[in-house]
């Protein structure tokens, strides 16, 4: 196992000279040191003795099989596979013997896997026998194990690799215990390898790495630096968004005018408009008797319409509560009506891309939405209006046309309304004071304000962000960008007081023991930031700094022993540190112990950290994290809108928990007898007697064609272009993250299929014209079948029995019988037939989703291989390779017995040799 800094020559090397060439390019000074810090860390002791005899032992075995194993070829392959035939451009004449190049090992291990899969030869051309292929293939993998075995010894299994950036958020978030700390969106974007951002080679450094992650660490520092020496009030403040509360009184808030003037809300008395609410222009608002008690809210033909709080945002930054009082209503074009359809309010900050959630509200009669979030002092302050918390008014339609004069409320269509009537905020909470953070980096330590008296250095003096002019209340720290009042922590005995705290600190950060000589580097920073007159909490943060600079900090793999296997666990469950519980047990060496590591990720998964697992893989391996990209065309979607897809990811992910909190069996990832939808999911996907945003278990129907990941908006969506759907993404999707076969990349001339919104051709019969390409139809047959069965899925999610092109139905553009959805006649009409049959690679015939589903849960083993090998991917960081094949079907026969339970499988994983493996 690698101890600390053993990293392979080659790695080191090649980084080494690429970090170099960065310092020469010339930084500051510290940046310069903590770059060639990460370039001359961890040489590799020599390992000579045991790599011989993996280097020996494939030659040995190759030269035993090698006349066995060339007649093999000879009589059934190499007729096909040669220098002039070369058919699917494989030559075996020319292939080189099985070596650790990665290039030649790969054909070795097709050919293994073709002739396995029972793929090669062709069924048309003579088949070898069973004995005889069973010897070969045992001959061969033998050997290929060997090669690969030799491998990871001599590079290591995964290699090292720097934390993802929202690892990193993680870390800095649970370090110094600040819950919101934002820093993820300001680094570097992350590469990807085998599907996730957890390899070494996708996750590469640079000097740009070096200069945000360290920009990163100073922001997590001083957010958590003390501010204050009594705890500050909790304010709490509330209003009605169209009282006069700005600028004296004198103002209501901008958009609501605006809205008012222009008939794009209307006052509200529960159902019944307010005749006497009106604008009288310079943001003025009058309400004579009687008075409104809510607005209700319509929502513009722009998707991302939204509306701002302009007069209340938080004064300081911590946990606040915002509390929304509102409900739904019918509109019919003229009044407002009762309505069957809850109501459902989202809230965030527009300019930063935060969204705190989305709750729902009750049907006419008004109910109270809630919501908890960290907000920043700067939120609302620092960008114009675009910086404001945001309501949004998640479940309403577009609606095109409002009536501009004063005898006409609302719009002139039906459509969905939201009343609000008060909204409230309320912060910073603070669980405990002094706070978290604090306490994270000087313990117990006092703090008292400074003044010239107290004997002491000045400490930097920070400066509150910009409050916003004419806010409400009144901003009591200043709307300048004043500096906070000076308070300091105090330290009687700085030498002992600094060396406690690193250690403390170093110990969480770089996941291990520290010893006594390890804090003293760091120590004697803070000895010369004092002695250069630095204040102790200056010079702490210093050292602290070099700590979180640190290779072992930003590199988790170089954790040695026991801790390798409890920071691959924190970072797997948690995408974060170690806590105190599971640091304390791989101090003791008792996560070597089988029962004390199943108790342990029980643990972990019980803990509301493990929603980060839940986020962060569904959205690696499922690509949720695509699902905003390729929106849903308007012209042919209209009715698609955003608070749809945001039940779609919260779907996904209440789904994948649900599973391994229950450990059901995967099998459920293609059939499952129930959905976690909520009512504007079960509209959508036709689901009747859901009410409510609040995600639910759902059963299902036996002939439902729902049920499983396959079926979800979610996957539907990221498997589309936002215009058309494609047999061929859908399959391949299928194939590589359900199946865990990676399809062969088409050639460079395999050419292209380009969508038809005009329905003169079928995506199937352009298939057909595109499979004519030799080359191309073998990949086809294995991969588009899934897609096909598919096809009864738009790139919504919804069901159709018939494809939409262009072009308005039966009627013009604006005639009065035309359909329409949000106040406008629909662009499209449904043409051609979906055709969702297909056959199998082996033959097997289906003709539609329901019997697709059903074959593919018939085989549960290649489900939970292919899922094992994403969860081994994604742990380690490095893809299942040839030698890790057998330890594979040992986590299967360990899952096995309880029916291939996610939960099981995960824990299978956890436990296995591969998981320790550095």
Known sequence: MKGSGEVTGELAGGMAVRRLREVRAGYTKEYRQIAFLWCITFPMPPRLPLLSCFVFLPLLCGALAAAEAGQFLDEHCVSCHDAETKKGGLDLTALAAISSDAETFAQWVKVHDRIRDGEMPPKDKPRPDAVATAGYLESLGKELTAVDAARQVRDGRGGLRRMSRGEFENALRDLVELPGLRVQHV????????????????????????????????????????????????????YRPWDNNRHEGREAEPPVVLSVGQRSFVPLIGLERDPTFRDEGFWKLVDDEPHATALGFFRHEDADFRFSLTSIAPVLSGRHRVRVSGYSFAWDGTKAVATDRTGALGLGIHSTGEHFGTKGLPANKAGVAEFEMWLARSDGHTHGTDSNLRLVMASLENVRDFPHDKNTPGPPLPCPGLAIEWIEIEGPLHDAWPPASQRALFGDLPVQLWTKESGVPQPVQQKWPRGMHGSYPEDIYGENGTKRVAVHVVSAEPDKDSRRLLAALMRRAFRRTIADAEVEPYAALVRERMLGGA??????????????????????????????????????????????????????????????LRAQTERMLRDARSARFVADFTGQWLRMRELESNPPDKQLYPEFMPWLMESMLAETRAFFAELLSEDLSVTNFVQSDFAMINEPLARHYGIDGVSGFELRRVPLPPDSVRGGFLTQGAVLKVTANGTTTSPVKRGAFVMEQVMGIVPTPPPPDAGAIEPDTRGATTIREQLEKHKRN????????????????????????????????????????????????????IEYHVDRPVDCTGVMPDGSPFKDIRELRALLAAEPDKLARAFAGHLITYATGAEVSFADRA????????????????????????????????
């Open 887 to 918: 330890e594979v079907e040992r986590i299967l026969l360990a899952a096995r017995p309880g029916g291939y339970g996610v939960r099981s499988l995960l824990a299978a994983v956890i436990a296995s040799p591969l998981f320790a493996r550095p």
């Open 187 to 238: 680094l570097p974007a992350d590469g990807k390898s085998h599907g996730f951002d957890r390899a070494a080679a996708a996750l590469d450094v640079s000097f740009v790495h070096v200069d945000a992650y360290l920009a990163a660490v100073d922001v997590a520092l001083n957010e958590a630096t003390p501010a204050f020496v009594e705890q500050p009030p909790v304010f709490k403040y509330g």
């Open 535 to 596: 204040h102790f909490q200056d010079a702490m943060k210093s050292a602290y700094r070099r700590v979180l600079s640190a290779p072992e900090f930003f590199v988790p793999g170089l954790a040695r022993e026991q801790f390798l296997v409890a920071s691959r666990l924190s970072a797997l469950l948690w995408s974060s540190l170690l806590d105190e519980e599971l640091l304390a047990l791989a101090e003791k060496g008792d996560l070597t112990k089988q029962d004390v």
């Open 774 to 825: 030799a080359t191309c139809a073998g990949c086809h047959v294995k991969m588009d079948p899934y897609g096909f069965a598919l096809e009864s899925f738009d790139v919504t999610g919804g069901w159709r029995e018939a494809y939409r092109v262009r072009g308005a139905p039966n009627a013009p553009a604006g005639s009065a019988g035309r359909p329409a959805i949000h106040g406008r006649g």
